[in-house]
């Protein structure tokens, strides 16, 4: 699926007319025809795509951000797929008021990188890993977003696919690590728990050897996977929701 096999973006536009569309054979912009549907409407389509093609030659992935559903986002992976910008963060508990960032890795285009605190871990380096045109986490629009924007005095705008809600849609439910192995993925190293990552964080500022280094490993194998289930999800959401 991709943005211009799209026409849910377009004001009084839902589900139920854009699949009659599907199925009356304009499958695209290209292959839309006004004749599909009342006059107001093929108005609004028509003038929609004048303006929607003009921001995707420009990639600009906000214009589509603020007019998807954010149920639907998951459509402008294909399109933005190279500068998506997959992040997963380690924490010292729960509480962005009290407790503290460790760890963040980012996965972008094949390369991984991670940030650690008291390192390299600042506002700006964060700034600069999440400058993409998408962002995707699991379960990140609760948690990691809120937690990096009140730690780190952050405002991010980028659109955002929380993989966690887009795998719920294809019936894949439960954190990170159960749903995994439902999609072919198998870890390397045995199952760490959010709780196990404190550990050695604290393990590591006691100075304990191979602590960091661990927790550096986990971190990055989650960014790393994230990419391998949202490509397995965007196809099952293609293959439940597309009528050609």
């Known amino acids: 699926m991709r943005i211009e096999n799209s026409f849910i973006p377009v004001s009084g536009v839902g589900e139920t007319t854009e699949r009659k569309l599907w199925k009356a054979g304009a499958t695209d912009w290209d292959s839309f025809d006004p004749s599909h549907v009342g006059p107001t409407t093929g108005e609004r389509i028509e003038a929609f795509i004048d303006t929607a093609r003009d921001r995707l030659d420009r990639e600009d992935s906000r214009f589509f951000g603020e007019r998807f559903p954010s149920s639907e986002l998951w459509r402008c992976y294909e399109n933005f797929r190279d500068d998506t910008v997959f992040f997963d963060i380690e924490t010292t508990g729960l509480s962005p008021e009290r407790d503290d960032v460790t760890t963040v890795s980012f996965h972008r285009d094949g390369d991984t990188t991670t940030l650690v605190r008291g390192d390299d871990l600042t506002a700006g380096n964060l700034r600069e890993q999440l400058d993409g045109s998408l962002l995707v986490t699991f379960n990140g629009a609760s948690f990691d977003v809120p937690f990096l924007e009140e730690s780190f005095d952050l405002d ?89």
């Open 156 to 244: 991010i705008d980028t659109p955002h696919i929380d993989a966690m809600y887009a795998a719920k849609k294809v019936g894949l439910s439960g954190g990170l690590k159960a749903i995994e192995p439902e999609v072919g993925i198998e870890r390397d190293r045995p199952d760490i728990s959010g709780r196990d990552a404190v550990r050695l964080w604290r393990e590591h500022e006691r100075g304990q050897d191979g602590s960091l280094e661990t927790l550096i490993s986990y971190n990055r194998e989650d960014t790393v996977h994230l990419q391998t289930l949202l490509d397995e999800v965007t196809d099952r959401l293609h293959d439940q929701t597309f009528v050609e």
